[in-house]
């Protein structure tokens, strides 16, 4: 099965500073790759997600990039803010004829000091 | 209306008690998940429908057993606990193609004494 590795596994960071948490998985067959954060006590929210035909993928402060010949992608956030701070997981899955489930990563703690 | 709901929200049940947990999405997805999460642990998958089938089960113990009676619901009932199974139960919805982004609801935290 799909094995998702993710680092590092604690990130902290000065505000206004950018943030990057890198994720390799094993299966080249996959082809969805979603980022969730997740605060304490709350559910995984998708943050941002990229599929196997695109290699970036930006929204406002955050992106993401992917290279599928290396089987690596990347979360980048740009100008930190307090509010960032919290569990982010990467995630891949097959996807390939119909609902496919997810494979996360062991999480990102990032933590934002002021 | 564009949220997964679960009840209930917590949940504490003896090793010998029977139990539900249920989902419910508006979405009109056709694909449904539980995930369990231990405490600092990604989620893990345990089962997915699609169009009301289950089509994933990834090697689940029999004492969780799911059930989708129709599009918008998904159950999981418990059967004879151990502790261990103590976590929080995730359920998510789709679209039941592929590359489908997965919305998770809030869980259900569960303690099993």
């Known amino acids: 099965g799909e094995n998702v590795e993710q680092h590092p596994s604690t990130l902290s960071v000065q505000e206004g500073d950018s943030a990057v948490i890198k994720c390799t998985y094993s299966?080249?067959?996959?082809?969805?790759f979603p980022w969730y954060k997740q605060e304490l006590g709350k559910r995984p929210q998708l943050i941002i997600d990229?599929?196997?035909?695109?290699g970036e993928k930006k929204d406002q402060r955050i992106a993401v990039t992917l290279n599928k010949t290396a089987k690596h992608f990347s979360l980048h956030i740009t100008e930190t803010q307090p509010e960032d701070s919290a569990v982010y997981f990467c995630?891949?899955?097959?996807?390939?004829?119909?609902?496919?489930?997810?494979?996360f990563g062991k999480g990102t703690h990032l933590i934002i000091q002021p | 209306d564009t949220e997964v709901t679960q009840t209930p929200k917590h949940l504490v049940m003896g090793m010998t008690n029977k139990k539900s947990l249920k989902c419910e999405q508006h979405?009109?997805?056709?694909?449904m998940y539980w995930y369990k999460q231990k405490a600092k642990k990604p989620p893990e998958l345990m089962f997915v429908?699609?169009?009301?089938?289950?089509?994933i089960n990834e090697s689940v113990p029999s004492r969780f057993s799911p059930e989708c009676p129709n599009s918008s619901l998904l159950n999981l009932h418990l059967h004879a606990l151990q502790p261990e199974d103590s976590a929080l139960y995730l359920c998510?919805?789709?679209?039941?193609?592929?590359?489908?982004?997965?919305?998770f609801g809030p869980g259900t935290r569960l303690l099993v004494l």
């Open positions: 998510a919805s789709s679209q039941a193609t592929a590359q489908e982004t997965q919305y």
């Open positions: 299966d080249s067959a996959s082809n969805y």
């Open positions: 990229i599929r196997s035909n695109v």
């Open positions: 995630a891949a899955s097959l996807g390939g004829g119909g609902a496919d489930g997810l494979t």
């Open positions: 979405m009109g997805h056709r694909a």
């Open positions: 429908y699609s169009y009301e089938k289950l089509s």
